[in-house]
Nanobody, 130 residues
Framework: QVQLVESGGGSVQAGGSLRLSCAAF????????MGWFRQAPGKEREGVAA????????YNADNVKGRFTLFHDNNKNTLYLEMNSLKPEDTAMYYC???????????????????????WGQGTQVTVSS
């Protein structure tokens, strides 16, 4: 069983920065992909960024490229999302998730599809004012 605990959300003005953290508890070997997703009121949950715990590059959604950076600290079993140049349209509940890849690595759309993920955190709110 895996438990994910998010922290770091809050309220900022447009152009500001926030750093989200996701601590994973339980057994997570190199067969997982971990990612951040977000859901705004009235909208579907969408992938923001994801990375395979086996290593390799992170995959970012087009609307956050150049602004958000994802990295995973294997020693701390923690996933971080550094968010810069925040915009009002980034306002949403942000969720951390982990998905079992069955020994493979997820890429692109697969890594950013919330339907592929098995474990979810409780979410942390990010609000960006104009």
């Amino acid at each position: 069983q895996v438990q994910l605990v998010e922290s770091g959300g809050g309220s900022v003005q447009a152009g500001g920065s926030l750093r989200l953290s996701c601590a994973a508890f339980g057994y997570l070997d190199s067969s997982y992909c971990m990612g951040w997703f977000r859901q705004a009121p009235g909208k579907e949950r969408e992938g923001v960024a994801a990375i395979n715990t086996s290593g390799g590059s992170a995959y970012n959604a087009d609307n956050v490229k150049g602004r958000f950076t994802l990295f995973h600290d294997n020693n701390k079993n923690t996933l971080y999302l550094e968010m810069n140049s925040l915009k009002p349209e980034d306002t949403a509940m942000y969720y951390c998730a982990a998905g079992f890849t069955y020994g493979g690595s997820w890429r692109g759309r697969t890594a950013l599809d919330p339907l592929n993920y098995n474990y979810w955190g409780q979410g942390t709110q990010v609000t960006v004012s104009s």
